[in-house]
């Protein structure tokens, strides 16, 4: 018997492609959000612990001030992949969703814990007072919250769990255990934020108004974090591939139904070949103490990449195992509303020049020292 629910009242509204096309792109963009916040907030409580060094109180605030903003990219750019998530494979996540309904509507009280403590934790900094511990508090309640999304992303994948979870209690209390896949998949997420951290300073070192020495310190310290957590990021990676299921890896060989999940594989060498060209970034950048701009830019653009790679490499997984239980993504009915998706793909690109025309007068902005408390 297939586990999935059968009932599916509305037809896709747009083809499969492209609904999943938009979602690789803005949860691609939602980790890039994510892996800055965990990374950057734990780099910035770590240096406010040594308030007797300005270079790393300078460093502290220049990354607590601008974590609140990534706080804002980090929400809006998971709002649309909820979204496509939930049309592409309700019948998996809202089942895993009320298995474990009362963690999962936490999310939302956490986050707002999260959001306060950040502005908390940055008021405190700029104020010269102690702030480490409301920061360290934001950071642990920002991974569980990357917890629980992992919980409930690998659950979803786990019909053959959720009859006994619902026997054992309807009331959405208990989580999963069990899983092989899910700590290797949540400790990547968190090593990868210290990788991207460490290369988000990089950037500031070739970006920011810091005087010449501090530049020196941010990239210096910014590369060394990123090459070193860019192996323990590229070990967890191999970790979390390692543990999944013979079907799945067989697929990602393009031994599937679908051949088109080879591609899928492509990503996941791609991946590992842009981790390394960033560590080496990282290593260049933190060994010679290198703050140029055209550093920084290219470990953005590497970062970015490695994230479309990772989500692609991702959705392949989510995939093939969908499909080993009997769940076919492309086995959906679809009955297009062009004139909908015309207008909102004019509206989406309008969007893009908004915020492009934004980041553009943010660019010409006078600038403030960092420096300046
Ligand atoms: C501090 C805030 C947040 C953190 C640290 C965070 C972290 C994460 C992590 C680690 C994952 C990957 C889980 C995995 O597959 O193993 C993830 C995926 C996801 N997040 Fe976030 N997230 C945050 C906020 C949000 C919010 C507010 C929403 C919803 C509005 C959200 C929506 C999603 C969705 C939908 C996915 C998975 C999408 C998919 O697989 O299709 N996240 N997030």
Redesign the pocket.
């Known amino acids: 018997m297939n586990p999935y629910p059968a009932v599916d009242p509305i037809p896709l509204p747009a083809p499969i492609w492209l609904l999943k096309l938009l979602?690789i792109v803005t949860?691609a963009l939602?980790?890039v959000a994510?892996e800055m916040?965990?990374g950057g907030l734990l780099i910035a409580v770590v240096l406010s612990l040594f308030r007797s060094s300005p270079q790393a109180m300078v460093t502290a605030r220049a990354v607590a001030r601008r974590l609140t903003v990534v706080?804002t990219f980090?929400?809006n750019l998971?709002?649309p992949?909820?979204l496509?998530?939930q049309v592409l494979?309700g019948r998996a996540l809202y089942t895993s969703s009320v298995l474990i309904g009362v963690y999962w509507i936490s999310?939302i009280g956490l986050?707002m814990l999260?959001y306060w403590l950040l502005y908390r934790f940055t008021a405190r900094l700029e104020a010269g007072k102690s702030a480490w511990w409301m920061g360290l508090t934001a950071w642990l309640l920002?991974?569980s919250?990357?917890r629980l999304?992992?919980t409930n992303?690998?659950l979803m994948l786990r019909p053959e769990v959720w009859r006994q979870m619902y026997s054992s209690s309807a009331l959405g209390a208990y989580l999963p255990t069990g899983d092989p896949t899910l700590t290797p998949?949540?400790l990547l997420?968190m090593a990868g934020g210290l990788f991207i951290g460490g290369l988000w300073l990089v950037y500031l070192a070739g970006r920011s108004t810091f005087t010449a020495e501090e530049k020196k310190f941010v990239a210096g310290l910014g590369g060394k974090i990123a090459a070193g957590f860019g192996v323990i990021y590229l070990l967890a990676g191999l970790w979390a591939a390692s543990v999944q299921p013979e079907a799945v890896k067989a697929g990602l060989a393009g031994q599937a139904a679908y051949p088109l999940y080879k591609l899928a594989g492509f990503a996941g060498y791609g991946w590992l070949a842009l981790v390394v060209v960033a560590v080496l970034v990282g290593a260049v950048a933190g060994l010679g103490k290198i703050s140029a701009g055209w550093l920084g830019w290219v470990g953005a653009v590497v970062v970015v990449l490695t994230e479309i790679m990772f989500t692609v490499y991702?959705d392949g997984v989510?995939d093939l195992t969908l499909l080993s239980k009997g769940y076919d993504v492309w086995d959906r009915v679809v009955v297009t509303n062009w004139s909908v998706v015309g207008l909102f793909l004019v509206l989406f690109v309008a969007g893009l020049v908004v915020v492009g025309w934004l980041v553009s007068v943010v660019a010409r902005a006078n600038k403030v020292m960092e420096g300046a408390a």
């Open positions: 979602h949860l939602h980790f994510v916040l965990l706080m980090v929400i998971a709002v992949p909820l496509f998530a494979y999310i986050l999260t920002a991974g919250i990357a999304l992992s992303m690998t998949r949540w997420m991702r989510r």
